[in-house]
């Protein structure tokens, strides 16, 4: 069903994009990104307490072992019609100064949070 491999993929492209984030040190996670983005629009409708259950899905961990790149995760989005979230993130990144450029990130494993 395409529907669901599409929300698959979402959760995919926000787990890999969160990773990121991590990685790089930023003060924001996709859940701050995923506010800016929608609350507006959603108002009352809006929820992200999904975002917090990302890695109790087998499939997105599974996403972790798979090469991926900054573009990969924004081809997802686009795909998807999350936009908002790209938008979002560009916002952010000129806000704080941060530059960035694609990279290969293969057989990366979550760390532990303190």
């Given at each position: ?99 960035f450029t694609q990279a ?11």
């Open positions: 069903m395409k529907n669901e491999h599409d929300h698959c993929s979402v959760a995919q492209a926000f787990y890999q994009l969160n990773f990121y984030l991590q990685t790089i040190g930023v003060s924001f996670t996709i859940k701050d990104l995923y506010r800016a983005a929608y609350f507006e629009t959603r108002k009352d409708r809006y929820q992200d307490e999904w975002l917090n259950h990302l890695e109790e899905d087998p499939h997105v961990l599974e996403s972790m072992k798979e090469p991926f790149t900054t573009y990969s995760i924004a081809e997802t989005l686009i795909r998807t019609g999350h936009e908002p979230i790209l938008r979002a993130l560009m916002n952010r990144a000129r806000d704080e100064n941060i530059g290969y990130i293969v057989g990366a494993r979550k760390r532990p949070q303190s």
